[in-house]
Structures are given as C-alpha cells and as structure tokens.
C-alpha cells in the first residue's frame, strides 16, 4: 500500500544514470524549508557505458536495459504522486556518438507521466554542486572544509567545499576519466587481475590524479566517499553478511582498513567477490578496478590532507538532484 502525501508536502522524484547504474529516489518535503525523506530508493545495475570506452557507442543491450529500468521507475514515481521529477545522466553519455537514441527514449518513456522531462547532461560545476550537497547533507559543517569522491563506473568526481546554514561554497571541483567499468575494461582482463595488468591501472589512475594536483585538498578535514564501490568496500571492511544500507551510511573507516580491503578485493577472482554476502552480483566483475581507484584517493588524501579515515555517505548526487527539484518547486 502507497502511503498517502501528508498535507503541505510534496513528492518529488529523481534519477542518476550512470555508466554502471541506474537509480532512483522518491522522497518528500516542503518546498522551501530543507530536508527530505526517502520514500522509494532503488538501484540497478544496467552497464549502460558497458564497451562504450572502445566503440564511442552506447550498445542495443544497455539501452533496451537503460529503457526497461526507467519504465519501471517512471511508473513508481507516478504511484507515489511523485510532482515534479529530474533525471540527471553521467559519463557514459557525454561522448557517444549515439546518446541523441538515449535522449530521445528518456523522453519518450518519462513524458508518459511527466511531460516534458527528460534526462539531461549537466555542466561540472552543477555536477560538483549536486554531488557536494547530497553527500554531505547530513554532516556537521562544523568539520569542514571535506573533500569528496563520488566513484562511478566510467568517472570520479572530486569535489572540495564547506557548508553553513545550507550555502554550499565550492573551493575546487575536477572530473576525472577513472572509474569501476572504465577501468577494468582498459587494463584488467584476466580473473584475477594479473600484476602486470594491476600495474597498468595504477599508471593510469596515478595520470589521472595528477590532473587534479591544483584542488585544495589540503584544505580538508574529513573526506568523504560516495556511490557504490566506496559503500561496498565499507560494507566488506565491516564484514558485514548482507548489504546494509543504514548501518552503511555515514560509517567511519580507516584508511589502513580500507587500502587493505581494496587490496583483497583486487587479488579475488570475480566468483570469490560474488560469494561476499554485501557484493551485487553486477559489481563483482569491477570492483576490483573500483578498489584500485578507491585505494589511489585514499593515498592522495591522506599524503595531502593528513586524513586517516573515509566516511562513506549513502547520500550523494543522487539527493542532490531531489534536492534541487523540491528547491525549483519552492520558487
């Protein structure tokens, strides 16, 4: 049974596609005062960026995938009154030489309940303000300046900034061309990762983050990760049986801890990390490029920022966009 929408609030709804994902959050406020309240969280892994790093085209399969999970989500936002709804696509879309097929079917299948709406590939700078709100939201600004990390499938979104009385203030913000599918598709093919290949993805992540080398991460006190594969590493450094999402967020890891974690996971075959009870079965197979990535951000941020823990937030881009829906029916 769908519980009814209170009086004076509002349900909004939102969508992350991601290049590995697809999520959706329905939750409930009041335009104009902060706070929401899940009503629906939902993800799936659809692989929609799956071999897009090669052929520069989102295949038949990840669309048809992509079409059958948003038809779903587009349904359940119109059973829980959803108002008003946003959908927000990531990295595997920005380049394909076919993203106008994927355009035009999220057009297609959200206008069926919501007119109008479709997903949309935003700027940097609204990516890193979106991420830095939906993570942060529910810590003590009073322990900033933090720096967060939202690792995705084909990207990593760093993002340095602080907060007080819900005005966010951005300090440096960069996106990075590493991620959990990206990288295991460009340098780990064997089961398990042979050395060789593991030193290949540590050259590339480590070319990666010297881009980033201009972001005031000495600035931070907390750092924070978000998405998947910082949840899942949390969840298997708490040796947790099943995944748990509430005792999941916000929990406090040491880097130690976690650099041990990764490097575990990346000498495990796919079958061994599918066997871990918090692991999806769609992460198995890249998680392990996921941990590299995750173990290089924990190196830079404790070499730079003095930090030794990660907080992992169950919050990220993802209630920034329902967020800044409830924010747009305020206005």
Known sequence: ???????????????????????????????????????????????????????????????????????????????????????????????AANKDDFFGMTAEVLGEHFPGAAAEVISGQTEAQLTFAGAVVDLDPREGPFVVADLGGGSTEIVVGEFDDDE???????????GCVRITERTLHSDPPSSGEVSQARSVISEALDTAAGLPL????????????????????????????AALHNSVISLEQMREVCARLVASTVSERRALGPMHPGRADVIGGGALVASALCDAVADRA??????????DILDGIAMSVLSGLAG
Request: charged fraction near 20%; proline fraction near 3%; include cysteine.
């Open 1 to 95: 049974m769908i519980a009814p929408v209170e009086p004076g609030t509002v349900r909004v709804g939102a969508v992350d596609c991601g290049t590995n994902s697809i999520r959706l959050l329905v939750a409930e406020g009041v335009p104009g005062r902060p706070g929401l309240t899940d009503v629906v969280r939902e993800m799936r892994i659809i692989r929609l960026g799956e071999g897009v790093d090669a052929t520069g085209r989102l295949s038949e399969g990840a669309l048809s995938r992509c079409r059958t999970a948003l038809t779903d989500y587009a349904a359940t936002m119109a059973a829980h009154g959803v108002q008003a709804a946003r959908m927000v696509a990531t990295s595997a879309t920005r380049d």
């Open 168 to 178: 966010l203030t951005l300090l440096g913000a960069q996106s990075l061309d590493i």
């Open 218 to 245: 000495g600035r931070a006190k907390r750092f924070v990760g978000v998405a998947g594969t910082f949840t899942t590493l949390s969840a298997v450094a708490q040796g947790m049986a099943e995944y748990d999402s």
């Open 306 to 315: 003095g930090i030794t823990e990660v907080t992992v937030s169950e919050k």
